[in-house]
């Protein structure tokens, strides 16, 4: 049971619904694209992520001094079914605007 609380906790601010769809839409992203493409500073969209990696929605790979996000695969069902009805959610969301020269 603890892991459908920490999975549906996740999904309770729409903040994280936007940034789940944002990178299941352009795949893997670097922390400062998602930075700026949000308008966010760095503590609080980390600690958005956090949460989505936490409830296992996201993977992070670092590479050198850079962090990428990507939603994790292979990913649960249930994990599945809810990116999917995310993705049919007319969100309201920025351009990506790209500055990391890595990705």
Known sequence: MDVFLKTTA???????????Q??????????????ISFDMIQSRLSRHLKILKEAGFLSVKR???WAFYEVRSPQD????E????????ELDLPELKKICKTS
């Open 63 to 65: 590479e050198g001094r």
């Open 10 to 20: 996740a999904l309770n601010d729409p903040t994280r619904i936007k940034i789940l």
């Open 22 to 35: 944002f990178i299941n839409l352009h795949g893997k992203l670097c922390v400062c694209d998602l930075e």
């Open 82 to 89: 809810c990116i999917k009805e995310i993705m049919y959610l």
């Open 77 to 80: 069902q249930f994990r599945n």
